[in-house]
């Protein structure tokens, strides 16, 4: 038995546990935190679950909203409404509906039971139903491959050698990422796409960090493989760049590319292409980082600036990478330190008319200068984009502490002027 409980009180939830698993010892109950991760992608439809059991409500948000929503998707999962009373307003709504409704002041073991029971039965047959239909068979189609246990939503990317898609997984129970080739195809460089898919999915898989992208599944269908990785909803670094940035923030993000970098690195991996667009973004605010250090990754990349006639992005190449030089760990912190300039200054160090004249800059030019009111962090920008690999960071753990050393000498400043701000307010109104 799989179930997503959308709720938020972690009581709330401990008890429903405990009644499911009387019945179920090894039920899968997967939990959705409005509050912290949000609504339910439009897309979703918890094809990979039995049922959806659903609170009345949380801070800030009213679970009979989201059921109307969610009850109008076709082809959603069947819902239970978990409701304040047994004889509220909202239970009463709800069972208009035909939707079944148990009350989570006094929770009746049996009619849980039963109401999940019957779900299951109601989704089983449905999901069937749907399989052997024609829109089902039509959903499975990516490209020329039918990949089972995916439907496909929409085409997010395709490239010379793969295509990527959006699509819900029944195995992962959510929205993934769907990279799609041909294992004959070859690429633009000669190597075999499906080789590809073998060493990202291995080297990802040996990286155990939360700032790396998530592997669901690799296989083979109809003569394609098929890679399905986490997806983003609000897609890359370069998107949020538009909107600007306070500084902490900015070093908060900084900081934690710095430290999937320490295990990227630790893993025997050098990432070789970082970007903005390969730093992914989730609603919780974290960064992962995608695309490791393949020759050439369009599906994925989601920027295509500057390809240059050497491997990478001259925008964010360090200057022996820009002249296929021997290139170790500090090459890809080269890389964030231009991130990180990007990010605080709104734009580049360094631009050009063509890529071998931003190259060129990237060795030949001065040191890029933030901002005046930026200069207590110059220092950090300048160990990083140092010309000389040995004058840079030595490793992304040292980078790691002097990112930190930044953001709580930033914290201080800015306890510093809190409180003159506060005795300034304090006087006033003593006078």
Not at 79 to 97: Q, T
Request: charged residues 25%; hydrophobic residues 40%.
């Amino acid at each position: 038995m799989r179930l997503l409980l959308v709720e938020h009180d972690p009581r709330q939830r401990a008890r429903l546990r405990q009644h499911l698993s009387c019945s179920w010892p090894d039920i899968d109950l997967v939990v959705h935190d409005p509050p912290q991760r949000g609504p339910l992608p439009p897309e979703f439809l918890a094809q990979g679950y039995d049922a959806v059991l659903l609170a009345h409500g949380w801070p800030g948000g009213d679970g009979l909203t989201w059921l109307r929503e969610l009850h109008g998707r076709e082809g959603f999962a069947p819902i239970i409404f978990l409701s304040e009373r047994p004889d509220d307003a909202a239970a009463a709504e709800v069972l208009a509906l035909g939707i079944e409704v148990v009350a989570q002041s006094r929770i009746e073991h049996a009619r849980l039971v039963a109401a999940v029971e019957a779900a299951a039965r109601h989704q089983r047959a449905a999901l069937a139903h749907w399989r052997g239909s024609e829109a089902g068979r039509m959903a499975r189609r990516f490209g020329e491959a039918e990949i089972g246990g995916y439907r496909r939503v929409r085409q997010l990317a395709t490239g010379s050698a793969s295509s990527l898609y959006l699509a819900e997984s029944e195995r992962a129970g959510a929205l993934v990422a769907l990279k799609v080739t041909s294992v004959a195809q070859r690429d633009a460089d000669g190597e075999q796409s499906f080789e590809r898919f073998l060493q990202e999915h291995e080297i990802i898989q040996r990286i155990r960090q939360p700032g790396i992208v998530r592997l669901y599944e690799l296989g083979i269908s109809d003569e394609h493989a098929y890679l399905a990785m986490e997806y983003f909803p609000l897609g890359d670094l370069r998107r949020r760049m538009r909107r600007g940035f306070e500084v902490r923030e900015a070093l908060t993000l900084v900081l934690g590319i710095a430290r999937a970098l320490d295990a990227v690195h630790s893993a025997g991996v050098l990432h070789r292409d970082l970007k903005p667009g390969n730093v992914m973004l989730r609603d919780d605010g974290s960064i992962a980082l995608i695309d490791f250090g393949l020759a050439r990754h369009e599906a994925l990349a989601f920027e295509t600036t500057d390809p240059g006639l050497i491997f990478g992005t001259p925008h964010y190449m360090s200057p022996e990478q820009g002249h296929g030089e021997p290139i170790d760990e500090r090459s890809d912190l080269y890389s964030l330190g231009v991130i990180c300039y990007e990010m605080l200054a709104g734009e580049k160090p360094y631009v050009a008319g063509n890529p071998m004249a931003i190259i060129y800059l990237h060795r030949k030019a001065p040191l890029p200068k933030l901002p005046p009111v930026l200069a207590p962090i110059q220092p950090l920008i300048e160990r990083f984009l140092a010309k000389r690999p040995e004058d840079r960071f030595a490793t992304a753990g040292e980078a790691t502490r002097a990112i930190e050393d930044s953001l709580a000498r930033l914290g201080d400043r800015e306890n510093v002027a809190a409180g003159s701000a506060g005795a300034q307010r304090g006087s006033v109104r003593s006078s």
